[in-house]
């Protein structure tokens, strides 16, 4: 089957996990082709991997100002009314501020051209990775060129299903996946319940992962943090945690690991606590550098307000890690709590602090519950496993489980 695989950003820039899910859907024989909305910063892609991703994939921004010309004479010459009622149904839809308008027309003229590509090119389908602003050119761009399309959602986009549509989404799609049995239950509350059979659930996952004995060393505990530096990962609830653990007495050393608009806010807190020495941010690495941290921490932490099913958890479980993370969206369907790691109330420096230090004080509770996490991610979130059922979905088959 030739399927175009679309993201907002380019998938192996920080979305290594759909990277993941196009090799192995194409090892099971299906032709995939990756499309990006926006083009990548030389820096963002990391690896070896992402580099020859890369040089295949294409993207929409910025503009080919000749190309999308074309593009939009081939829409107006070969699909005039199927073109005018999609501009209308995007830009023209009842009760959209001005600015909302302006947005789908923008949209909508992206659509045009990856409609184009996907026509010319006989794509039998159109998957896009997270239900935002990139699903929203897909949705278009899909119908123009008369092809079913489907979405796979995260998390985030189901903070704002108003803003993307999700519930129009969910009508026109061929079918939507969640990541997490909380983002599918999300979905049917925002929707009819004759649009329930479409939402299914598929595991991110990880793969070439073996869970390796932790370090024995007399120094302080080792933190990892594998995060992207905005609001809803709470690296600020998570740095007043540690100015608990020091007043304490629990020595430790942590690492954040990622880059984002909040970074230079992150470094001011950390000075006005008084822990630059016990940290070191790393900035964003490549996936290889990110599996030494993993294998050198003793613990992973997450503090977020907000996510679906971290993949970073999944992998600080691989590598055998015990970790702590908040009770929110699918997380806890990945962590058990108190088996292969703690999972505590959103926001609680105190309950954070206090889950930190039990792992830390307790090595032979570290070590059981990294050996029961690194079962729990062979057993459920397995990349062939999701790549088998994905293909039975590409395929209109029903799904096993």
Request: charged fraction near 25%; include cysteine; charge should be neutral.
């Amino acid at each position: 089957m030739k399927i175009a695989y679309l993201t907002s950003l380019y998938p192996a820039v920080s979305h290594t996990f759909v990277l993941r899910e196009v090799q192995s859907l194409r090892a099971r024989g299906h032709e995939i082709v990756t499309y990006s909305i926006r083009k990548p910063a030389p820096h963002d892609i990391r690896g070896p991997e992402a580099e020859a991703e890369a040089r295949g994939t294409r993207w929409l921004i910025p503009a080919e100002m000749a190309s999308y010309l074309a593009a939009i004479f081939w829409a107006t010459t070969t699909r005039p009314i199927k073109t005018f009622r999609g501009f209308m149904g995007a830009a023209g839809a009842k009760g959209l501020s001005i600015r909302d308008r302006f947005s789908w027309a923008i949209y909508f003229v992206e659509a045009i051209q990856l409609a184009r590509w996907l026509a010319r090119e006989k794509f039998e389908h159109l998957h896009c990775h997270f239900g935002n602003t990139g699903s929203n050119t897909g949705m278009l761009a899909a119908e123009l060129a008369g092809i079913p399309f489907s979405i796979t959602c995260h998390g985030s986009e189901l903070n704002e299903p108003e803003k993307f549509r999700l519930a129009d989404k969910a009508a026109r799609a061929k079918f939507i996946v969640c990541v997490s049995k909380f983002g599918r239950a999300r979905l049917m509350h925002l929707t009819p319940p004759e649009l329930w059979g479409k939402f299914h659930v598929v595991r991110c996952g990880v793969e070439g992962i073996e869970a390796a004995p932790q370090e024995i060393h007399d120094g302080p505990g080792r933190i990892l943090c594998v995060a992207r530096m905005s609001s809803e990962k709470a690296h600020l609830v998570l740095l007043e945690a540690l100015v608990l653990l020091r007043a304490r007495g629990i020595p430790f050393a942590c690492t954040l690991v990622g880059d984002g608009p909040l970074r230079s806010g992150i470094e001011r807190r950390i000075g006005e606590l008084g822990i630059e020495s016990a940290m070191t941010l790393t900035g964003s690495l490549e996936p290889a550098r990110v599996a030494e941290e993993f294998r050198r921490c003793d613990v992973a932490v997450l503090a977020s307000f907000s996510e679906g099913v971290p993949v970073v958890l999944m992998e600080a479980m691989a590598h055998g890690r015990p970790v702590v993370a908040t009770r929110v969206g699918g997380v806890a369907e990945l962590v058990e709590h108190g088996k292969a790691g703690f999972v505590v109330s959103p926001g609680d420096a105190v309950e954070l602090a206090g889950a930190l230090s039990r792992i830390l004080a307790d090595p032979d509770l570290a070590r059981d519950m990294g050996n029961a996490g690194a079962a729990a991610v062979k057993e459920e979130f397995d990349i062939p496993r999701s790549a088998e059922r994905l293909e039975a979905l590409f395929s209109g088959r029903p799904i096993r489980g």
